[in-house]
């Protein structure tokens, strides 16, 4: 009696279907990979221009709340005075970060975490998220919003390696990043460094080198409040205009809150 076959004795994969298969999948992978991280950073960018709205609504109440003045990057106190979030960050017991300053207007700690920051979200947020003008919020007087000549289009706060941003002095952080993480996420290539040459340890080196911490680009804060994703090379290009590090009326840059 002759044997019958069944189904699976009769149909099996060939080796030419299977590596067809693994191709195709191949194929899709590789089209859709960067199509999803690509959906994940723009809600990253998303969250992080979220997180910059609360803030520079806070900086907006503080000015309004403290006779039009804008806050300082730190403030000088006693190691016995409870920082208004509550916490010291780090070692740092006599003063406080403009982050703090601004906590009681956003009641939110996490705001001042970048989602896409290459630094992980138990450390402080003085390095690696965000930084402010150092020209506007700066030490150890304080910045009177009616001495901006255009808050509407003069850098506040944004994407930074350090909690401030020097760009009026020879410590220009911008064109001249320093050791450690006092640097503008994506500018190597404009400033010729790599992280190497700054000593950058590995958790900042790519923040430095990428071309921009939301898809070649920063997010930032104006003096006004609002929040505009910009290119890096054109944040980059407004501190070159600035180099001299005057506060002058003939250096206008968005750096310069006396002319831009």
């Known amino acids: 009696m002759q044997h019958k076959s069944t189904f699976a004795e009769q149909r099996g994969f060939t080796l030419i279907e299977l590596l067809v298969v693994i191709a195709i999948i191949g194929i899709l992978s590789a089209i859709l990979f960067p199509v999803f991280a690509r959906a994940r950073e723009n809600a990253r960018r998303a969250s992080c221009m979220s997180n910059l709205k609360q803030i520079g609504l806070g900086a907006m109440m503080y000015v309004q709340d403290y006779d039009e003045t804008y806050p300082l990057f730190v403030t000088s106190v006693s190691a016995d005075q409870t920082p208004p979030n509550g916490k010291w960050w780090d070692f740092y017991k006599n003063f406080w970060f403009w982050q703090q300053s601004l906590y009681p207007y956003t009641k939110n700690e996490q705001i001042y975490n970048c989602p896409s920051s290459p630094v992980s979200k138990e450390l402080t947020p003085y390095r690696g998220q965000y930084g ?109 205009k600035y180099k001299d590090g005057s506060y002058s009326a003939s250096t206008p840059s968005a750096w310069n809150p006396l002319a831009n």
Request: charged share 20%; proline share 5%; with cysteine.
């Open 132 to 240: 402010c003008n150092s020209s506007i919020i700066n030490y150890p007087t304080p910045t009177k919003m009616s001495t901006l000549q255009a808050p509407s289009t003069t850098y506040m706060i944004m994407d930074s390696g350090a909690y401030r941003i020097d760009v009026n002095s020879t410590n220009n952080y911008v064109l001249n990043p320093s050791r450690d993480f006092w640097y503008l996420p994506g500018t190597a290539k404009l400033a010729g460094k790599t992280a190497a040459d700054l000593h950058l340890v590995d958790t900042y080196a790519e923040d430095y080198e990428s071309k921009g911490r939301h898809f070649d680009g920063l997010n930032v804060i104006f003096a006004d409040g609002h929040v505009k994703w910009l290119k890096t090379s054109v944040v980059w290009n407004e501190a070159v």
